[in-house]
């Protein structure tokens, strides 16, 4: 079983300041997905990562992969109330048939 | 626009009194996905249909059941509900087992 550990659990910050999110795991991983979920509504996919090494930038969001392919970042610059949510990592796995891996979650929550 | 529709949004049912969830999609998606949500934790997977095919996580308790009539649709049966069976129930649809997921805006399901 491929376990994604993520970190930290809850984070609480003010508009403006600087986070970092981390997805860890042991196993690697084929791909890498994030998601932002908002209360009341699904996961939506935020970005796709795939190669080991690779940064992708949507906005300010800027999520990374790492190079052995078993750990993502995602790093928000100048956190905006709109950023509130929870934020999902979920990994592929190298067998085409696994079905995704989701960590445990983050719940950002940005004070104005 | 092609999406996921969950319905009811709000769901409130007795004590081990049967419930049915569904969900459609307009995505011509191969697989369809039961997640169950509870409060500030990552969706865990019930079980997923590759096409046809049913596939029952291991840890899924035999109270929960599912249908899949065509591609289009997909239902979750509750045959007797606990309290502890509250919580939101997302559906997400992919195109392959390791795609990234389309989901709906989820059932919050209510247990008195």
């Known amino acids: 079983t491929q376990l994604l550990e993520q970190s930290p659990q809850f984070l609480s910050i003010q508009e403006g300041e600087n986070l970092t999110v981390y997805c860890n795991s042991s196993s690697v991983f084929s791909s890498l997905q994030w998601y932002r979920q908002e209360p009341g509504e ?41 950023d509130t949510g929870l934020y999902l990592c979920a990994g592929a796995g190298d067998n085409a048939g696994n079905m995704l891996t989701f960590g445990g979650g983050t719940r950002l929550m940005v004070k104005p | 626009d092609a999406m996921v529709i969950q319905n009811p949004r709000y769901q409130v049912t007795q004590f081990g009194k049967p419930v049915t969830l569904s969900c459609s999609q307009t995505l011509n998606h191969n697989v369809m996905y039961w997640y169950q949500q509870k409060s500030s934790q990552a969706p865990k997977l019930l079980f997923h249909y590759y096409d046809k095919d ?38 997400a649809t992919s195109g392959t087992g390791r795609s990234p997921l389309h989901f709906g805006n989820g059932t919050r399901l209510t247990v008195t």
Not at chain 1, 43 to 63: A, C, D, I, S
């Open chain 2, 54 to 91: 049913f596939n029952n996580e291991a840890d899924t308790p035999d109270n929960f059941q599912s249908r899949r009539p065509n591609t289009s649709f997909c239902f979750l049966d509750i045959r007797s509900p606990g309290l502890g069976d509250a919580a939101m129930y997302l559906c």
């Open chain 1, 42 to 82: 699904g996961p939506v996919l935020l970005v796709t990562v795939v190669t080991g090494g690779e940064v992708k930038k949507l906005k300010r969001l800027t999520f990374q992969f790492g190079d052995a392919r078993k750990d993502s970042s995602l790093h928000i610059t100048a956190a905006q109330p709109g």
